[in-house]
C-alpha cells in the first residue's frame, strides 16, 4: 500500500527541506572553524567581529542569536547564524566575515 502526503504535509516537508538545504552546504562542503579558531581570527583582524556583520546585515539587538558556524563558502569566510527574532520566527543567515 503506498501512503501519498496530504497537500499540506507535502508543502512542510517542501519548506524543511529547502531551509535545512540552504545552510547545508556551507557544513558539507565547506571548512568551517572551531571556536578557538573564529576568536583567534577575530582578534587578529582576519576576520570582523560577529557583531559587527549582525549590524551590517540590520539584525537588531532583539533578535537572538541560536548558532554561529564561520565557514569558507565558493573561497570566502562567511558567518552561517541562526536567529529567533521576537515574534518566535527562526530564520538562517549567511554574512560575510571580511
Given at each position: 500500500m503506498t501512503r501519498a502526503f496530504p497537500p499540506l504535509g507535502a508543502a512542510l516537508l517542501t519548506a524543511l527541506l529547502l531551509l535545512f538545504g540552504a545552510v547545508a552546504p556551507a557544513e558539507a562542503q565547506n571548512q568551517c572553524l572551531g571556536n578557538r579558531d573564529i576568536q583567534n581570527g577575530?582578534?587578529?583582524?582576519?576576520?570582523?567581529?560577529?557583531?559587527?556583520?549582525?549590524?551590517?546585515?540590520?539584525?537588531?539587538?532583539?533578535?537572538?542569536?541560536?548558532?554561529?558556524?564561520l565557514c569558507q563558502q565558493n573561497g570566502s569566510w562567511v558567518y552561517v547564524v541562526s536567529v529567533l527574532d521576537r515574534n518566535g520566527y527562526a530564520r538562517n543567515l549567511v554574512l560575510p566575515a571580511d
Open positions: 577575530v582578534a587578529s583582524g582576519d576576520f570582523a567581529p560577529l557583531s559587527q556583520a549582525l549590524a551590517s546585515a540590520g539584525v537588531s539587538g532583539s533578535e537572538e542569536v541560536l548558532s554561529v558556524k
